[in-house]
């Protein structure tokens, strides 16, 4: 275990469905990241939350929307995505955002878009 | 833009057998590394990180890493390997971007 919890494990949504992936972190964290994992390819920074706030967002496409109600749980809208969206989707969390820290992971969400 | 290249993708290895990944970024300032493995089925763990001091790193596991500045390198080694060491190794740079920058990763299998 991590400290960083993620849900679903595995998912499998249409292109005109919506759904959201949901990850909670109890490190008392104060930044939280959500990254796409693909074959062959770097892991990708979506979104950076500090403080609940979004500082970062790495020209990802609009069907993706991020929420951080609080700095413990961070959310990842997903609606009309697209197959090339099939991936492995990780939350992470450090203490906070910046250099010197170091981040821990969650087990992702593998989801498949049909 | 800060990037990270693991030039070996795949790596098969018997037991007892010795290991180098290596890694390079791109971008010459301060920076901070991190070596992460991913055991199959199971999340991505820090083993082992560099943020200043000697430039040789021990991590978990019997590995270590060693920041080359004028190479822009920081390379994972074990001098013996493991079957349990199987799994999947990312290099990653966090710059003064803030960002933790990742490599595409190296698949490491390890047989008895």
């Known amino acids: 275990e991590t400290g960083v919890t993620q849900t679903p494990r595995h998912l499998v949504m249409g292109m005109t469905n919506k759904k959201s992936l949901k990850c909670e972190q109890h490190?008392?964290?104060?930044?939280m990241y959500w990254y796409k994992q693909s074959a062959k390819k770097p892991l990708e920074l979506m979104f950076v939350?500090?403080?609940?706030?979004?500082?970062e967002n790495n020209s990802v496409p609009s069907r993706f929307s991020p929420e951080c109600p609080n700095s413990s749980h961070l959310f990842l809208h997903l609606h009309t995505l697209q197959p090339e969206d099939s991936a492995l989707y990780l939350c992470?969390?450090?203490?906070?955002?910046?250099?010197?820290?170091?981040?821990?992971f969650g087990q992702g969400t593998r989801l498949t878009v049909v | 833009a800060q990037s990270v290249s693991q030039h070996n993708h795949h790596v098969i290895l018997s037991e007892a057998a010795s290991l180098e990944l290596g890694c390079n970024y791109s971008?010459?300032?301060?920076?901070?590394l991190f070596w992460y493995v991913q055991y199959p089925g199971q999340h991505l763990q820090l083993l082992l990180k560099?943020?200043?001091?000697?430039?040789l790193v021990k991590g978990i596991k019997g590995f270590e890493a060693e920041f080359i500045k004028s190479k822009f390198s920081f390379n994972l080694r074990k001098p013996s390997v493991q079957w349990s060491d199987t799994a999947e190794y990312f290099c990653?740079?966090?710059?003064?971007?803030?960002?933790?920058?990742f490599g595409t990763g190296t698949r490491l299998q390890v047989f008895p």
């Open positions: 560099y943020f200043s001091g000697d430039p």
């Open positions: 971008y010459g300032g301060t920076v901070n």
């Open positions: 939350y500090s403080l609940e706030e979004r500082v």
């Open positions: 990653a740079v966090n710059d003064d971007t803030d960002k933790l920058i």
């Open positions: 992470a969390s450090s203490q906070e955002f910046g250099q010197n820290t170091e981040a821990f």
């Open positions: 490190l008392g964290h104060n930044a």
